[in-house]
């Protein structure tokens, strides 16, 4: 009798596969969906040389009036990349505050160049900010960033900087 489960020893995976990816499905009952489009500009290379990286940020406020479930994703709009050309790297940073530490990533955070990048968490009520970030390329780069919180609103400003 096979009904399709299978058991694989973690190595054998990690040797197998590079990569997982999991989808997410949110029901229209249960989650609430905010969404923002913005624009990284590019930056001024007039002022960088090779010990300086040129970092375009956008600055979202979001403020949860309860504890909720939320999914923070940031999807960037690939356009014109050719053979084996990469996007530029990006990432989500949250505070609590304007200037405080991150809440995650930490120090370490990795720069993806994936199409997507996704922040799955429990937030307490208040106000947090919603760093994007992405090394600055030759022309602009357009992005979105949705917000999804389980069962409770939330509200969303836009570069609030």
Request: aromatic share 14%.
């Given at each position: 009798?096979?009904?399709?489960?299978?058991?694989?020893?973690?190595?054998?995976?990690?040797?197998?596969?590079?990569?997982?990816?999991?989808?997410?499905?949110?029901?229209?009952?249960?989650?609430?969906?905010?969404?923002?489009?913005?624009?990284?500009?590019?930056?001024?290379?007039?002022?960088?040389?090779?010990?300086?990286?040129?970092y375009?940020v956008r600055k979202?406020?979001?403020?949860?009036?309860?504890?909720?479930?939320?999914?923070?994703?940031?999807?960037?709009?690939?356009?014109?990349?050719?053979?084996?050309?990469?996007?530029?790297?990006?990432?989500?940073?949250?505070?609590?505050?304007?200037?405080?530490?991150?809440?995650?990533?930490?120090?370490?955070?990795?720069?993806?160049?994936?199409?997507?990048?996704?922040?799955?968490?429990?937030?307490?009520?208040?106000?947090y900010?919603?760093?994007?970030?992405a090394?600055?390329?030759?022309?602009?780069?357009?992005?979105?960033?949705?917000?999804?919180?389980?069962e409770?609103?939330?509200?969303?400003?836009?570069?609030?900087?």
């Amino acid at each position: 009798w096979d009904d399709g489960k299978f058991w694989m020893a973690f190595e054998d995976f990690r040797h197998m596969y590079e990569s997982v990816f999991v989808c997410k499905i949110f029901t229209s009952q249960s989650w609430h969906r905010y969404r923002a489009r913005d624009t990284w500009p590019v930056g001024d290379h007039s002022k960088a040389n090779e010990d300086t990286v040129d970092y375009s940020v956008r600055k979202f406020r979001v403020k949860f009036s309860r504890d909720t479930d939320a999914v923070v994703h940031l999807t960037r709009t690939v356009e014109g990349l050719r053979g084996t050309d990469a996007p530029a790297p990006m990432t989500i940073k949250i505070t609590s505050g304007l200037f405080s530490r991150g809440i995650w990533p930490d120090e370490g955070q990795v720069l993806s160049t994936n199409r997507d990048v996704s922040i799955d968490r429990r937030f307490s009520s208040g106000t947090y900010h919603i760093f994007c970030v992405a090394l600055v390329e030759a022309k602009p780069v357009n992005f979105t960033l949705e917000l999804f919180s389980y069962e409770h609103p939330m509200s969303l400003d836009k570069n609030v900087f």
